[in-house]
C-alpha cells in the first residue's frame, strides 16, 4: 500500500528520524496521506478497516526500512480500533477528518473521577508512542466515584480508556533510550481535564459498536501481533544488510571473504529457517483467527491464546536472528553508521513491551493447557 519512493526515502532519513527522536512532520504527514494510520478506522468513519494480514504487513513493511517509522505506523494505526467501541457521533467527533491519528496508552496509570455527566482525568503515562503527530490521545484510567475506585462484579476496579486532544495534553521530553529512538516515546500527562464520560471506552468490557469480522479481534492480541511485525521488518532488514556487507568484507586476519566462510554460510541458513518457520507460525495463526471472525464473528480463547503465542514467538524469533546477523558482521556492526547496529538496538526496546515480554508464554501456556485463571489479557 506503500509508494517504493516513500519507503526508500524513510530508508534514507533513518539517521536523522533517530536524531530527532520522532518522525519528522513531513514524513509523518506522508505516512498519514498514504493511510498508514487508517487502517483499523471502521469504513463507516472514512477508514480502510483493513483484514489483520493486511494491517500486520503494511507495519512490517515500514519497519524493514525504519524500526522507529514502522513502530509509529503500528501505535497510529492499532490505536485506531477504540473508534469502533464508541457511540457512533462521538466515533466521528473524533475519527471523521482522514487526517486524524490517535495513540496513547493502555495502561490503567491515571484516575478518571466521576463529576455528572464528565471525568476528570488526571494520570502520566509512559510510552505515549508518536504522541507529537497525533491529534487526540487517550490513556487508560481508573475510574474513581467519592474518591474510591469503582467496582465491577468480582470487585474488579473498572478501568476505561479516555480520549482528549493531544493539546490538553503535557508532554515530557523523557525518551531518551537504546533503541527505536525516532518514536517520540515520551510520557504525556492530564492534569484535572473535564472529558465527558462518552469519550471513553473500555476493551475489556465494553462491546464493539462496529460489526466488522476485525473488530471481533482482541485489541491487546492485535496489539501483540503489531509489535511482533516491527521485530520480523527488523530481522529481514538485518539479513538483508548482512548480505550486502558479506559481500564486501573481508574479516581481519582471514583469506576469505565473510561471504565465503562456512560458519557465515551456516549461520546465515540457519537464521533464514528460523525466520521464515516464525513467520509462517505467526501469518498462519492470524488466517485461522481472521477466518473464524468472518464466520462466526468471534475468535475462541484456543484461536486468541495461539495468536499472542505467534506474537511472542515471532518477536522472540525476530530478535534472535538480528543478534545473529549482528554477530556475523563482527567488528563492523558497533559502529553507529551500521544498520545492523541500529537493528540490533531496536529489536531489544521491542522485546520489552509487556505485550510479548516473557510472561505472555504463561498467558498463553496456561489457556492452551485450559487452567483457569485471567484471560483477559489474551
Known sequence: M????????????????????????????????????????????????ADPAQLLSAIETVATFDGSAGWCVMIGATSGMTAAYL??????????????????????????????????????WQWASGSG???????????????????????????????????????????????????????????KLTVP?????????DKPVESGPLYAFPIFGLL???????????????MRELEILAER????????????RPATQADYARAEAQFRSARSFYFEAVAKAWDRAQTDGAIPVGLR??????????????????DAMYNLGGGTSVYHDSALQRCFRDVHVVTQHMMVAPPSWELAGRALLGVKGDLSML
Not at 11 to 24: F, G, V
Not at 224 to 238: E, F, P, Q, Y
Open 133 to 191: 503527530h497525533c491529534r487526540w490521545l487517550m490513556g487508560g484510567c481508573v475510574v474513581t466515584e467519592n474518591g474510591k475506585p469503582r467496582l465491577l462484579d468480582g470487585d474488579i476496579p473498572e478501568t476505561r480508556m479516555v480520549l482528549f486532544p493531544a493539546s490538553d495534553a503535557i508532554i515530557h521530553d523523557t525518551w531518551h533510550s537504546s533503541g527505536l529512538c525516532g518514536t517520540g516515546s515520551n510520557d504525556m500527562e492530564a492534569k
Open 305 to 322: 491464546a495461539r495468536l499472542r503465542l505467534a506474537a511472542t514467538h515471532a518477536t522472540e524469533t525476530s530478535a534472535g536472528v538480528v
Open 249 to 260: 568484507k573481508v574479516p581481519t586476519g582471514a583469506r576469505r571473504g565473510l561471504i565465503e
Open 197 to 205: 464520560q462518552r469519550r471513553s471506552a473500555s476493551i475489556a468490557t
Open 224 to 238: 501483540a501481533l503489531g509489535i511482533a511485525a516491527v521485530g520480523l521488518g527488523l530481522a529481514r532488514r538485518a
Open 2 to 49: 506503500f509508494d517504493p519512493a516513500l519507503l526508500q526515502e524513510i530508508k534514507r532519513r533513518a539517521p536523522e528520524i533517530e536524531a530527532a527522536r520522532q518522525l519528522p512532520a513531513d514524513l509523518a504527514g506522508k505516512l498519514i496521506q498514504a493511510g498508514a494510520f487508517r487502517l483499523c478506522v471502521p469504513r463507516s468513519l472514512g477508514g480502510l478497516e
Open 87 to 124: 457511540d457512533p457521533a462521538t466515533a466521528r467527533e473524533i475519527y471523521g477528518d482522514a487526517d486524524v491519528v490517535t495513540g496513547g496508552v493502555f495502561a490503567p496509570r491515571g484516575k478518571a473521577a466521576i463529576d455528572g455527566d464528565d471525568y476528570r482525568v488526571s494520570g502520566r
